[in-house]
């Protein structure tokens, strides 16, 4: 008879203890309910960027992976807001209180169960995105990092404020938080004084790239920052690039102007040239001129006024071919 309760809410959809099971089973977990009268289950996620968030408000249940599917190249970063969280795996017990922050492999096979009511916040993340980093993607335990550390916690913050956003903050922003959230993930998963894994050349400037292109107008960006953000020394980073026939600034400044003039293709005034060069971080309005004008032939002023022109031709071939009679009617029809 619980079946036909719709007590349980999934994304705003209600739906009965059966379907709940269903949809759990869908996202790569067999779930059971431990009690006939749980009371509701909430569920609320969204999948923005390369993560999914999560939020959990249940009680009596308890959930094992489904040992196949797409789900296992994932890990799943817990934070227990209110309640407790039992995690059985390989013969030992993880009890997660308030505050206390999980990270969970899928890989291998364990038990989570809770009783009383529990909230949990939950970040599903690709094994790719941590590979990337030069992090650890491979838990045989649960991994709990270090809850007196002052980062651990900043970071546990940091990522209660990403779930709290979920169903509120537009997708883009969304997205360039959870990017925030992988880049500090070496706080919560790599043991103090253990180095990060070795990092191909070819790596290290993808990474660098993904990094350039999220704080490229970024006026303060450098190569000390960027080297700062990917774990390793401002030569190493410099080394790795020109092997890749690159200059960190250079390739700055490159995207710089490549932002500069989508933003001038749409038409800009003086005054909104020279907000646009500090915009796309430019320290001086003649230092982007000088720029633009050594990439582009033009200056900004003319750029800008040739992609107008241009606009205005296109727009009046555009009003040329419409038939006279659709643009002057020669007569009104009354009726």
Known sequence: MFDTNCENIWNGTRMSRAEWIDAMSS????YHFDSPDPGPSIHCGVHTGKITIVNLDIAWQSASPIMRGSH?????LQVVKSGTRCIE???QTYKLRPGDVAVVDPLTRYKASVHERTTISIIRIPRSALSDRGLRYRFPVVWCPDPTSPDVRAVRDFVLCLAS???KATGLLLARLGEQCLD?????????GRPLMARS????????????????????LSPGCIAAALNM???????????NGLSVMRYVWSLRLECAARRLGVGASHGAIKAIAYQCGFPSHSHFSRAFKARYDMTPREYATCNQMARDTEDQDAQASVPSSDRHPSHIDRG
């Open 27 to 30: 996202v790569g977990h067999q």
């Open 72 to 76: 296992l190249d994932n890990l799943f």
């Open 89 to 91: 795996q390989r013969g």
């Open 165 to 167: 956003q979920a169903d």
């Open 184 to 192: 500090l993930m070496d706080v919560l998963v790599n043991e103090s």
């Open 201 to 220: 050349p070819s790596l290290i400037v993808t990474r660098a790239k993904q990094m350039i292109l999220r704080r490229v107008c970024d006026p303060n």
């Open 233 to 243: 020394s401002t030569s190493s980073l410099t080394r790795a690039l020109r092997a």
